[in-house]
């Protein structure tokens, strides 16, 4: 004796991406705050201390915005040209940018004036930042050449002409106070040791080197130059572990989150990818209006800043946790008569009376199970199952089919849920997963009350929109097709003369859909 | 030589009955009468002696361990079913379709025979049964007591006491007093009422009070009372059920009554009352027969598909006797399961079952179409069309499909067997795999391979073949690891593809396309080869193994029979041959074939690189043989004949279009009962009591005692004569031979040879030698009958005849080399 089998409902699996942990994690942002700057934000820079204030470079200002603040905190503006390359010390006290006439200046963060300037750079300087022992300044300029500053003196330390090519990235040692990377217009990234008078080391990128990054331990090196993003390993002399190409655009800028395990990269496409560190795959991506130019990703990747060509400033913030454990601890019994009485164990002389476990139906199956079609088929017009699982309904709507019901669970509704019956399948029928039940549906819906159109003007326009609705599909089914046309002559051609008897039509799935909704 | 599989026979029929303590139920199966245990579901005896089907047995209401029996064959049995032992036969002469006892009749039954000189007219009579000496006795006291009575057993019923009789014919309703010698009959009105009409199909009789229960077509109970009077005679209506209400049943007390139909629901009525009722929905399917114990305990019901359910009184399910399930139309072929050996095809609506040959068993009931059946006539559900298992039983491929005016629903699911849980787990799930009806499915078989090579290949009548793989999900967090998609499509001018079938080292695809077989390569998927042989589509097609891998076999639907070489891709024989099954077997290069020509099957056993055929026998049964299988026996099969070889490895099954299991054996039906008596006389189900307890232990220590005494002296030839002697005295006495058969043998066995081989087995091997040549040239007979292809039975049915004797030859030689072992270890 078989138990009631409750209906199947057909899971569809979701075509396009998978959604996996990252995808929660990186969707769990806000909707984006847009600021709008003066020029092309060339470079944006979190404080590495709380509360996390972020230095904004746009055309001749540095502005310096709070977390959740619209409007800049403060503002540096005592350039005289463009400025480039705002960025903070590791203790977020000073603030270090080059600028358009090859001056370097540095600031504190509380004051106005800058405390320092370094001069000697002949043209601009778009690239500086400070080495990790937060004494000395490294910066790199488009005369081809990459210096080391001293902060208490304002003096120049060392300064190396070995790019061929304007610099326009770099990056400091975490690891290492006297390292830092340089990365130029001419292929190539040179790693310097402030204690040697010339590069250590040279890693040929083969474009144009736009960005450069170091990871924390200081062993793998990343460059971003054309559409390419590598990454190297500085311990092996600059191996090539991987190269990455999944922008079609110039790469522009790069980030790593706080933990490390995911890189982030901006392009001039308009999109941020982020890949794991592990196996360099793309695991998510943004998607923005304009270019970007810089990113930038605050401590526990609490805001996502994207700065982009046409001088808007996007900031994402994550949305706070949801806290709902109070509720479920209201629901879930205590732990000790959760378990009570489950870890007996009965003994040999026990008699044993095996309690029958008890099946919880859903509405509509305990209808079904009991023959009340026009019941079942009202539990699923619910709008909450109907809107958010219309595969329930569908479902449901084919099981009456196999019965023979589905007739007369249709027939005899009154004006108002003939409406959201029709609604349902005018809005439905395209989907090609609810395509054949909801055809026979139209069908029957149709066939019953085609006397009495006319009455209610609400179920009359209901029918027009769902006419318009399968009009629709069948246009657009006719344009396919004969795209399909168009590819097969394509691909006949290119196919070789000794198969002519053998038809291939690897497109199955489509043709399958296709035919089914011409059936309309 | 032919013996029919006697399995469960299709007419589970009869009524079922119960001793006297409810723990037997007996049941009429076909010829037989089967005993079961109502506590272990086990068949404890199997009672054959009728010659026809039996109609209707009735427990001897004097002696609750006898059983009466009618039968087709016009006699009727009174046994002794705690034994199995027929204690008397009584020929009646006319053929007796139902069978009624009643216990103030002294030695009087009631049989239902067709009327003498009229057609479908059939009469129930009182036999008088004659005491007299003796097995064999005539009953010829026949008195009419009814006339124009229905046929069937359901059709009458004794009322209470024996007082009257009821009977049920179309729309008119018989009843006869004993003691007043008085006839009422009432007619309901013809007309018939909207949405059936009121034709009787059952009847039943309270036990205590007078009112009979009348089932009708349309689904309503007519409760009648009030009797006596023609005139002022009431009747009340229960009605629940929608069709044809099948069986009816009273419980002993009478309070409350069983109904049963189509809908496979067993209703329970209270007191005759309309309102109160309990169900007992789900029974799998429509019930044709309710019976009652006598205890009132426990209630059966017996199935459409040949299944007796039993049932508690409190109407709770306790038990099912389950053998083959004969569903209407079996769709999936006949599949055997490579890790089980079971026999698979279509069970329940929507389950596949696997059925165990050996112990005639139903090993498991897989769920395929996981939908609710509902049991109403004329709704189209899905059902399962085809079945395929991968070589080693790892995956399985099932296809259902729901009849549709438009469009076919189809769906395939692919099933993978989980070794924890030991039962096969869906995978994937495909929605219209194909846009018609699929034709056939195959997995490439490769044994050595590793399971991702595993293909799936389909074929459809929307002109195409899918092949299907396995696909590696990559995401490590996803569920399964593998699932399936479609790799390739293909097709051939449009045409219906039908068949399909892998070569040995799957190297190749053959796929029909109606008139034409083409040839794929199964890596590139590049079409090789075309075979046509016109006129005709092709039905069959199947390759060669082992030594013949380089052929392949096509039948084609106008007769013809057609071997092709693959390596010179030319025809290299054909025969006229109306073939309907073709079926290889997976252990060897045999090659079965059955063809249907006007009323009768034939086989043929070939192996592909000889177009003469192994093995012919000619008129295998009168019914058209659907399906075929070869099931790979346990332990190859040692016979003596070279004409049987090809049944060493592997056992040829066939399904009829009546739903009758067949096989071929070679040993005779003699031998193989005798087998199964044996192991029934050790499965006896007595009581244990202090007393036998008791008994038992003072037994075991006699006989331990023994043990130790003998052992001195008798040492080892003790244990050696042991099994022997054991076997002798632990066979059932009336299967033993005459005694003055076993004396010879017993004294021969206590003298002590001088040589090993004595002068008699030397004589018996001449024998056999000589019985060889003789099979060989009935062998070559039939060959040469083949090529005329001319049929003239009458040679083979002589053989057959003197086969028979032979066999009890066999029988006797046997006993003796049973003996001869004896001897040698003396």
């Not at chain 1, 449901?396 to 349902?424: I, P, W, Y």
């Not at chain 2, 027929?86 to 009624?100: D, W």
Request: charged content about 25%; proline content about 4%.
């Amino acid at each position: 004796m078989a138990a009631y089998k409750p209906v199947v409902v057909q899971a569809c699996p979701k075509l396009g991406e998978r959604i996996t942990q990252d995808t929660l994690y990186w969707r769990g942002y806000k909707t984006p705050v847009q600021i709008k700057e003066f020029g092309a934000v060339s470079k944006v820079d979190f404080s590495p201390v709380p509360p996390y204030n972020y230095a904004v470079t746009a055309s001749s200002r540095i502005h310096i915005y709070g977390r959740y603040s619209q409007e800049p905190i403060k503002t540096f503006s005592r350039f005289k040209d463009a400025a480039y390359c705002a960025t903070y010390r590791d203790d977020g006290r000073l603030l270090v940018a080059g600028s358009e006439d090859g001056s370097i200046r540095l600031f504190d963060i509380s004051g106005r004036a800058p405390l320092r300037q370094f001069d000697g750079h002949t043209k601009p300087v778009h690239q500086v930042g400070f080495l990790s022992d937060k004494y000395r300044v490294f910066s790199g300029g488009d005369d081809y050449s990459s210096n080391l500053w001293d902060i208490p003196k304002a003096t120049e330390i060392v300064s190396y002409n070995e790019h061929t090519d304007y610099v326009r990235c770099g990056c400091a040692s975490k690891v290492n106070a006297d390292v830092f990377i340089t990365g130029s217009y001419d292929h190539t990234v040179k790693l310097f040791d402030a204690r040697t008078k010339s590069s250590v080391m040279t890693i040929e990128h083969g474009h144009p080197v736009e960005s450069v990054l170091l990871f924390p331990s200081g062993g793998l090196l990343v460059s971003a130059g054309g559409r390419y993003v590598k990454v190297w390993d500085v311990l092996k002399g600059g191996q090539l572990l991987v190269s990455l190409k999944n922008h079609h655009k110039t790469v522009t800028c790069l980030c790593l989150n706080s933990s490390g395990q995911r890189l982030l990269s901006g392009s001039l496409d308009r999109h941020v990818k982020i890949y794991s560190t592990t196996s360099y795959k793309v695991v998510h991506s943004f998607n923005y209006a304009t270019s970007i130019l810089s990113l930038a990703l605050s401590p526990e990747d609490e805001t996502i800043v994207v700065g982009m060509t046409n001088g808007v400033l996007n900031v994402k913030h994550r949305k706070p946790e949801e806290r709902n454990e109070k509720s479920q601890k209201k629901r879930q019994p205590a732990y000790r008569t959760y378990v009570k009485g489950r870890t007996f164990v009965p003994k040999q002389e026990d008699f044993c009376v095996s309690k029958p476990v008890k099946r919880v139906l859903r509405k509509y199956d305990k209808l079904l199970k009991s023959f009340q079609s026009s019941k079942a088929l009202d539990a699923v017009l619910e709008p909450p199952i109907m809107l958010h699982t219309p595969e329930v309904t569908v479902a449901v709507m084919q099981e009456l089919h196999r019965r023979g019901t589905l007739r007369s669970a249709l027939a005899g509704r009154d004006e108002k849920q003939v409406n959201l019956l029709l609604t349902f399948v005018a809005r439905r029928v395209i989907e090609p997963r609810f395509t054949s039940v909801l055809v026979t549906v139209a069908d029957m819906l149709t066939d019953i009350y085609q006397p009495v159109v006319g009455q209610s003007v609400i179920v009359d326009r209901q029918f027009l929109k769902l006419q318009e609705a399968i009009g629709k599909e069948i246009d657009y089914q006719e344009e396919l097709l004969e795209v399909l046309g168009m590819m097969d002559t394509l691909f006949a051609t290119f196919t070789k003369k000794k198969d002519m008897y053998l038809e291939e039509n690897k497109s199955n799935g489509f043709t399958d859909t296709i035919e089914t909704n011409t059936n309309d | 030589m032919v013996s029919p599989g006697a399995l469960r026979v299709v007419r589970c029929g009869g009524s079922a009955l119960r001793g006297a303590r409810a723990v037997y139920l007996l049941c009429a199966a076909g010829d037989f009468v089967k005993v079961y245990s109502v506590t272990t579901e086990e068949t404890l005896r199997l009672m054959g002696g009728h010659a026809d089907l039996v109609t209707g047995i009735q427990l001897n209401p004097h002696n609750h361990m006898q059983l009466y029996s009618s039968s087709l064959d016009g006699s009727i049995k009174l046994w002794d079913f705690m034994d199995g032992i027929p204690i008397k036969t009584f020929a009646v002469g006319s053929k007796l379709l139902a069978l009624y006892t009643l216990a103030g009749a002294e030695d009087l039954v009631f049989v239902v025979i067709p009327k003498k000189g009229e057609r479908d007219t059939f009469q129930l009579v009182s036999v008088k049964l004659t005491k007299g000496a003796g097995q064999d006795l005539e009953a010829k006291e026949l008195s009419v007591v009814l006339d124009g009575v229905g046929a069937s057993p359901k059709h009458i019923a004794f009322g209470r006491e024996g007082e009257y009789v009821v009977s049920v014919k179309e729309i008119t309703l018989q009843v006869y007093f004993f003691k007043r010698k008085l006839l009422n009959r009432f007619s309901l009105r013809a007309v018939k009422t909207k949405g059936g009409d009121n034709q009787f199909s059952c009847v039943a009789c309270h036990p205590t009070e007078d009112c009979i229960a009348t089932g009708h077509a349309d689904g309503k109970i007519r409760l009648w009372r009030n009797f006596h009077h023609r005139k002022e005679y009431t009747y009340s209506t229960l009605h629940w059920h929608h069709d044809t209400v099948m069986d009816l049943a009273f419980s002993m007390e009478g309070t409350r009554l069983l109904s049963g139909g189509v809908e496979s629901v067993l209703v329970q009525w209270h007191n005759e009352s309309a309102c109160q009722k309990d169900f007992l929905p789900r029974l799998g399917s429509p019930i044709e027969y309710i019976s009652m114990s006598s205890d009132g305990a426990l209630c059966c019901t017996v199935h459409a598909d040949n299944r007796i359910t039993i049932i508690n009184s409190n109407l709770r399910f306790s038990r099912s006797i389950q053998g083959l399930i004969k569903s209407r139309d079996i769709k999936t072929g006949l599949v055997v399961d490579p890790r089980t050996k079971a026999l698979v095809l279509n069970g329940e609506p929507g389950h596949l079952q696997f059925y165990c040959l050996q112990s005639d068993q139903q090993l498991f009931s897989l769920d395929i179409v996981q939908r609710q059946y509902i049991h109403q006539a004329g709704l189209k559900q899905s059902d399962l069309v085809k079945v395929a298992f991968s070589a080693q039983g790892t995956w399985l491929a099932t296809v259902e499909e729901r009849e549709e005016v438009t469009d076919p629903e189809l769906e395939l699911k692919l099933w993978f067997y989980n070794k924890e849980t030991q039962s096969f787990e869906l995978n994937t799930r495909i929605n219209t795999p194909h846009d018609n009806h699929i034709t056939d499915m195959c997995f490439r078989d490769m044994d050595e391979l590793e399971d991702d090579s595993l293909i799936l290949v389909t074929t459809g009548r929307d002109c195409v073949f899918k092949v299907w793989v396995m696909v590696e999900d990559t995401d490590p967090e996803a569920q399964q690891r593998v699932s399936w998609s479609c790799d390739f499509v293909g097709s051939y001018h449009n045409y219906q593809a039908t068949n399909c079938c892998f070569s040995e080292d799957g190297s190749l695809l053959a796929v029909s396309f109606e008139e034409t077989v083409t040839v794929w390569d199964s890596v590139t998927w590049d079409l090789k080869c075309t075979f046509c042989h016109p006129p005709g589509n092709i039905r069959n097609i199947c390759f060669g193994r082992l030594t013949c891998s380089k052929y392949l076999i096509g039948a084609t639907d106008y007769g013809f029979l057609c071997c092709w070489n693959l390596l010179t891709c030319a025809l290299e024989w054909s025969a006229h041959l109306n073939v309907v099954v073709l079926q290889p077997d997976p252990l060897s290069e045999h090659i079965a074939a059955v063809s249907w020509l006007s009323k009768e099957s034939s086989l043929f056993v070939f192996k592909p690189n000889e177009p003469r055929p192994i093995y012919i026998q000619r008129n295998l049964c009168k019914e058209k043989i659907l399906l075929a299988a070869f099931v790979p026996r346990d332990e190859p099969e040692t016979t003596g004949s070279e004409k049987y070889l090809w049944l060493r490895r592997s056992q040829l099954f066939f399904l009829t279009d009546t739903q009758e299991l067949m096989t071929l054996s070679t040993r005779s039906l003699e031998e193989r009962l005798t087998a199964s008596s044996k192991q029934l006389a050790v499965e006896e189900s007595l009581p244990v009591t202090p007393f036998s307890l008791l008994l038992g232990k003072h037994r075991r220590q006699q006989a331990q005692e023994d043990i130790d005494l003998g052992k001195l002296l008798v040492h080892n030839k003790h244990e050696q004569a042991s099994p022997a002697v054991k076997e002798l005295l632990h066979t059932p006495a009336h299967v033993l031979p005459s005694a003055s058969f076993l004396c010879p043998i017993f004294i021969n066995s206590l003298l002590i040879s001088k040589e090993n081989k004595s002068a008699e087995e030397v004589a018996d091997e001449v024998e056999m030698e000589s019985e060889k040549a003789e099979d060989d040239s009935d062998e070559e007979r039939d060959v040469t009958e083949m090529e005329q292809e001319d049929t003239s039975h009458m040679e083979l049915l002589g053989e057959m005849t003197c086969k028979l004797s032979k066999s009890q030859e066999k029988e006797l030689r046997k006993i003796r080399k049973m003996d001869y072992s004896w001897i040698s270890a003396f």
